[in-house]
């Protein structure tokens, strides 16, 4: 399974994108702020993560789906992220809620997404039917 993420709508203090799921729309997305600037997935030339606050550098990274321990439920999982740990994909609202993770849902209200728990569900589903087929599930961050 490949899942890509468009951002696009890098603000003050949050960015917008679009998720796709094998080349199909699946929903809109709200991180953090970027502050991978010049966009090369890693942070360099004066960039500087600030914990809480700052959205995963570009890249693709492989997804597993586990036990969150801070949410007790499945929740797709990106791997080996530079200079972060624990980076999830799961529900929320605003930008106060990422925490450096991937918020899934509608982004039909200004520096926000809702609706997001039934795109959640939905996600986690399809990542545990790709496990259990035997794919790898990735994520490309555009």
Do not use: W
């Amino acid at each position: 399974m490949k899942m890509l993420l468009k951002r696009r709508f890098l603000g003050d203090n949050y960015t917008i994108g679009t998720l796709y799921i094998d080349g199909i729309r699946f929903c809109d997305t709200l991180e953090d702020k970027n502050r991978d600037v010049n966009k090369n997935g890693k942070f360099d030339k004066g960039e500087k993560k600030v914990q809480g606050e700052t959205c995963i550098p570009y890249g693709t990274y492989k997804v597993t789906l586990n036990l969150s321990p801070r949410f007790k439920r499945p929740l797709p999982r990106l791997m080996d992220v530079p200079d972060f740990d624990g980076v999830l994909i799961h529900r929320g609202n605003t930008a106060k809620d990422t925490q450096g993770c991937i918020l899934v849902g509608e982004n039909k209200v200004k520096g926000k997404v809702i609706n997001s728990t039934p795109y959640e569900v939905e996600l986690v589903r399809r990542c545990a039917d790709a496990i259990a087929n035997h794919q790898e599930i990735t994520i490309e961050i555009v």
